[in-house]
């Protein structure tokens, strides 16, 4: 008595049920293969730089901040305004990051990777500009609403 290591031969040979599964172990096995290249690959890609998606996070906290903010001071390396509460709200450079500061006080990191950072005050709004350590150049203009519909 022969004992076969597949149950799922028979004396007929390779069976259409056999080959579906293989298929579909094969499908399954060269499908994550993919996804698993893809992410290593743009993980190293921008391992020591600013991420594109860290950079729309920040304008996204930004706009909401100063959308709100009562009054808003623009100096070429320092943004500052004081919120609904009366806190003086501060966001600069400090080392390669940029932080922002309530009162003087605090140390919330909202970028990292950040060789210069500015800001240059336009009509109804403040320009952003950052250079990541990478030399690669991010710009955005964050425009007041509530200035607008005066």
């Given at each position: 008595?022969?004992?076969?290591?597949?149950?799922?031969?028979?004396?007929?040979?390779?069976?259409?049920?056999?080959?579906?599964?293989?298929?579909?172990?094969?499908?399954?096995?060269?499908?994550?293969?993919?996804?698993?290249?893809?992410?290593?690959?743009?993980?190293?890609?921008?391992?020591?730089?600013?991420?594109?998606?860290?950079?729309?996070l920040f304008l996204i906290q930004l706009?909401?901040?100063?959308k709100d903010a009562l009054d808003v001071?623009?100096?070429?390396?320092?943004?500052?305004?004081?919120?609904?509460?009366?806190?003086?709200?501060?966001?600069?450079?400090?080392?390669?990051?940029?932080?922002?500061?309530?009162?003087?006080?605090?140390?919330?990191?909202?970028?990292?990777?950040?060789?210069?950072?500015?800001?240059?005050?336009?009509?109804?709004?403040?320009?952003?500009?950052?250079?990541?350590?990478?030399?690669?150049?991010?710009?955005?203009?964050?425009?007041y609403y509530k200035d607008l519909t005066?």
């Amino acid at each position: 008595m022969k004992v076969s290591a597949c149950h799922l031969r028979n004396n007929q040979g390779y069976t259409m049920l056999n080959m579906l599964f293989s298929f579909f172990v094969y499908s399954i096995i060269i499908s994550s293969l993919t996804l698993i290249f893809h992410f290593v690959l743009t993980q190293s890609h921008y391992s020591n730089d600013l991420k594109p998606f860290e950079w729309e996070l920040f304008l996204i906290q930004l706009h909401r901040e100063t959308k709100d903010a009562l009054d808003v001071e623009v100096n070429a390396d320092e943004l500052i305004f004081y919120n609904k509460e009366g806190e003086r709200v501060s966001v600069h450079q400090y080392g390669q990051l940029v932080r922002r500061q309530v009162n003087g006080k605090g140390h919330e990191i909202y970028l990292l990777n950040v060789k210069k950072l500015s800001f240059m005050k336009v009509k109804n709004g403040v320009d952003v500009s950052v250079v990541s350590e990478n030399n690669d150049k991010y710009h955005h203009t964050l425009f007041y609403y509530k200035d607008l519909t005066k």
